[in-house]
């Protein structure tokens, strides 16, 4: 069975085996590894077309320079994007480049993060979590 994937580096989608480990996996297109992959800076259309395209969970912190906590826990989101890599597509979503983006899924206090199967969200968590917490909530969704 194949799932399908969005690259992080070019935005191609892939279709790839689906399996519990991943030894290598790279970009039909691009050659690139798309494994250990740090989450994705987005904006509302590239976000869009990840939500449209992947068959895998897709886990989105909304965030903004200036926050604190969101700085605070960027390390953890990221460790926990590189770990979950071809299970979980982590994005990140500027809050102040993309206000639009915010206040089309009622962002009202940040971080927080959306998780989304099939382009719906299935999962909400409001304040920064350690890399255990998030790494826990986020394999609920797997």
Known sequence: ?????????????????????YTKANCGHCKESMLDQKPIDVTR??????????????????????????????????????ELSLKVQCLKVNTEENQGLGALYGIESIPTLLMFRDGEEIGTNTGALSKNDLMTWAKRFI
Not at 4 to 20: A, Q, Y
Not at 46 to 52: A, F, K, S, Y
Not at 58 to 75: E, I, K, R, S, T
């Open 1 to 21: 069975m194949n799932v399908k994937v969005v690259c992080p580096h070019c935005g191609k989608v892939n279709n790839i085996p689906k399996k519990d480990s």
């Open 45 to 82: 259309q590239e976000m869009l077309h990840v939500l449209v395209n992947s068959e895998i969970p897709v886990l989105v912190d909304f965030w903004a320079p200036w926050c604190g906590p969101c700085l605070q826990m960027a390390p953890a989101f990221e460790a926990v994007s590189r």
